[in-house]
């Protein structure tokens, strides 16, 4: 695998005022049911499901954003329920300069997963990747099974950034992505990428 694809910083991509643009793919993993398909649709769409069906096959969803006045655009992709199986292919990884790892806080299992997703990440990832732990439905708290410390300390610990968000509430969506998004913008201006 060469450079990753995704990274469009290019003749090509300058707009009508000879602008660059970006395009980066951001990939969400973690266990089934944890709330990964809510945080796209919550962010790409403020739309969030009680009972979203987990599709087979990869979708994702491209968002803009504005940086320093440069349009940068991410193509977050979701593993629509291949996780399920196991069955997150290289394909899925291939090219992903961000990523988003999410537990559920209300299930403590999710947590214990999270180190199985990091190796695979690691495996299949070919540059460098902005992490961001994310513990997912904060407005469970009254059946909360991992505190905020275990969260803030796995990170740390890992190199992670870290945010508890509800798809539900809205509570820290936005800003669990865009933080990733300025993330890899300033990895490609620092040219760590
Ligand atoms: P995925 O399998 O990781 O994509 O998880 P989904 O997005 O399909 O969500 C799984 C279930 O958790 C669904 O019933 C959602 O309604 C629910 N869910 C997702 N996010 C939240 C959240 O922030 N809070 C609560 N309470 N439930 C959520
Ligand atoms: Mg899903």
């Not at 992903?96 to 690691?122: H, K, M, P, Q």
């Not at 968000?165 to 913008?185: C, G, M, Q």
Request: aromatic share 8%.
């Amino acid at each position: 695998i060469s450079r990753p694809i995704f990274i469009l910083k290019s003749t090509e991509m300058e707009d009508d005022e000879g602008e660059e643009e970006y395009l980066f793919k951001v990939v969400i993993i973690g266990d089934s049911a944890v709330g990964k398909s809510n945080l796209l649709s919550r962010y790409s769409r403020n739309e969030f499901n009680m009972n979203s069906k987990a599709t087979i096959g990869v979708e994702f969803q491209t968002q803009s954003l504005d940086i320093d006045g440069k349009e940068v655009k991410a193509q977050i992709w979701d593993t629509a329920g291949q996780e399920r199986f196991r069955a997150v292919t290289s394909a899925y990884y291939r090219g992903a300069v961000g990523a988003l790892i999410v537990y559920d806080i209300s299930r403590r299992t999710t947590f214990d997963s999270v180190g199985r997703w990091l190796d695979e990440l690691n495996t299949h990832s070919d540059t460098t990747v902005a992490m961001m732990l994310v513990g997912n439905k904060c407005d469970l708290a009254n059946i909360r099974d991992v505190s905020v410390e275990e969260g803030k300390s796995l990170a740390e610990a890992e190199g992670l950034f870290f945010i508890e968000t509800s798809a539900l509430d809205s509570t820290n969506v936005k800003t669990a992505f865009e933080i990733i998004i300025r993330e890899i913008y300033n990895n490609v201006s620092r040219k760590v990428l």
